[in-house]
């Protein structure tokens, strides 16, 4: 019987670079921002590093599809370096072969990276780029906006709700990133944006507006792992270790069965299950201190919170409005602005989200530290919502 990997994994080291239109570097160069800034947190050098994963989705455009150019970039010389590419998954992916790697005991220190340098390629996000044959088969004419803009007609359909109502929360998501995004540094986008704006704003694909849609952005993050009994030996007292990491992925089984109706991810529903599971979370309402998700879109990061069994089904709309998920609410969601603020270079957003978990779990948010955190949660979703990939971390102290 399996027993998952809760606390055998300690982070002792992250970085992230500025994300944003970064036209001064290449991806190298955004690699080594994210790295250099882990190694000096785990207080190690690089020849201490006994394996590497590095993810990145689409930047083969720019610097190849194999390991060697973040090896070069990074300097890892003679170790073992693997690619990762999970579409959005991609980050955390590259943190769960770290992690596993170490709790299976088959190296002491490992580093998890992942970049993407997205500006340069002409890469708009629309339409999504192919995905291979049969994927294509099923999603000729598809785009990211299209595809995610179909939840919306699903939920409302399902519980009933108003479309004002629901262009109302999911503005106030939007409007909630915004004004987080102010206090993070290293963000793309650090504007607030006034509610009404976001509601008129034109509109992309119905009912998202354009402040409704994360964009393209550049930039890297990693992370550093071993076991807690070595990161206390490298002098680490306070430990944020790795509670569980779970991905899901489609067969395709939502788009040929009339037992789904739409208004739902049924991977992130897998992923958080199996997360909690092994987490020993029982009831994340009460037991997460704050989560950062996949918020490529409004309507996904509200259909988000049923799909991790934060709101019930049909009360994400009134929990948003709320102020639940609110910077000063019950469980802060995106406090360092999300995909909305530092925008999504694939490969590195995962990650992203995990270095801002980590940073308020040891107390280094600075500004936007919240009191009292001792668990966290990440989530990615790759693909659409009928078609795609879902992970979940649970990071906490020890």
Request: charged residues 20%; aromatic residues 6%; hydrophobic residues 40%.
């Amino acid at each position: 019987m399996a027993s998952g990997i809760k606390d055998k994994v300690a982070i002792i080291g992250m970085g992230c670079s500025r994300f944003g239109e970064r036209w001064d570097v290449g991806t190298e160069a955004l690699l080594a921002e994210a790295f250099d800034e882990a190694l000096q947190d785990a207080g190690i050098e690089r020849g201490q590093i006994d394996a590497a994963w590095t993810g990145s989705c689409f930047d083969r455009i720019n610097v190849g599809n194999s390991a060697i150019p973040a090896a070069t970039a990074l300097r890892l010389d003679g170790i073992p370096v693997s690619r990762m590419e999970n579409m959005c998954a991609t980050g955390t992916e590259a943190l769960r072969g770290a992690a596993y790697a170490v709790a299976s005991g088959a190296v002491d220190i490992a580093l998890a990276i992942g970049s993407e340098k997205l500006k340069d390629t002409g890469y708009g996000g629309l339409p999504v780029q192919t995905k291979g044959t049969f994927n294509d088969l099923w999603l000729p004419m598809g785009s990211a906006p299209a595809g995610f803009a179909q939840l919306a007609a699903g939920y409302r359909t399902r519980h009933n709700i108003p479309k004002e109502d629901l262009k109302r929360a999911i503005g106030h998501v939007s409007w909630k990133s915004h004004q987080n995004g102010v206090l993070s540094p290293k963000a793309h986008l650090r504007k607030a944006v006034p509610l009404e704006t976001i509601l008129n704003a034109p509109m992309i694909a119905e009912p998202l507006g354009l402040f409704d849609c994360c964009g393209v952005s550049d930039g890297a993050a990693a992370a550093i792992v071993t076991t807690p009994e070595i990161a206390r030996a490298l002098g680490k007292r306070d430990l944020v270790t790795i509670k569980a990491i779970q991905l899901s992925v489609s067969s395709g089984r939502e788009s040929t069965t009339d037992q789904w109706d739409g208004s739902y991810v049924r991977n992130t529903r897998n992923a958080a299950t199996k997360a909690y599971k092994e987490a020993g979370i029982t009831d994340p309402r009460e037991q997460l201190g704050l989560i950062e998700v996949h918020d490529c879109f409004s309507i996904t990061e509200l259909v988000t919170m049923e799909d991790l069994f934060l709101s019930e089904d049909g009360r994400a709309v009134s929990d948003i409005l709320d102020g639940f998920y609110d910077r000063d609410g019950k469980v802060p969601c995106q406090v360092d602005g999300g995909l909305k603020c530092f925008g999504h270079p694939i490969g590195a957003s995962g990650l992203r989200m995990a270095y801002e978990i980590y940073n308020q779990l040891l107390g280094r948010a600075g500004e936007r530290q919240l009191s009292n955190v001792s668990m966290g949660l990440t989530h990615n979703l790759g693909g659409v919502p009928y078609l795609g990939v879902a992970a979940v971390s649970v990071l906490g102290l020890q």
